[in-house]
């Protein structure tokens, strides 16, 4: 998936919930998973993709971002139960 996309990783259900932007979600989400970057996700875990959100533009993808970001972690939960009910690892359905 190769587009600007905003999306949310977690370590487990209801845990720790990270959001971040990219142009690449599959290579990105990799990182991720595989702790090639230090950072927050690579502390606390957070290795599941829960919910993401193509955009058109990266400009478009930033702003949702921090729209998101600015929200509530109620908000970002709601995000993914609307999406992703059983909080299902979503990377391997990525193309």
Known sequence: MREPAVY????RRNGTL??????NLARRVH???EA???GFTSRYGCKLLV??????TMIEAIA????IKAGSRKGKLA?????????RDLYPTLA
């Open 8 to 11: 949310i990783m977690a370590n």
């Open 18 to 23: 990270y959001t971040g932007v990219t142009a």
């Open 31 to 33: 990182e991720h998973r």
């Open 51 to 56: 919910w993401y959100e193509g955009h058109a």
């Open 79 to 87: 995000l993914i139960e609307a999406l992703n009910p059983d909080w």
């Open 64 to 67: 949702r971002e921090k729209q």
């Open 36 to 38: 090639l970057l230090p």
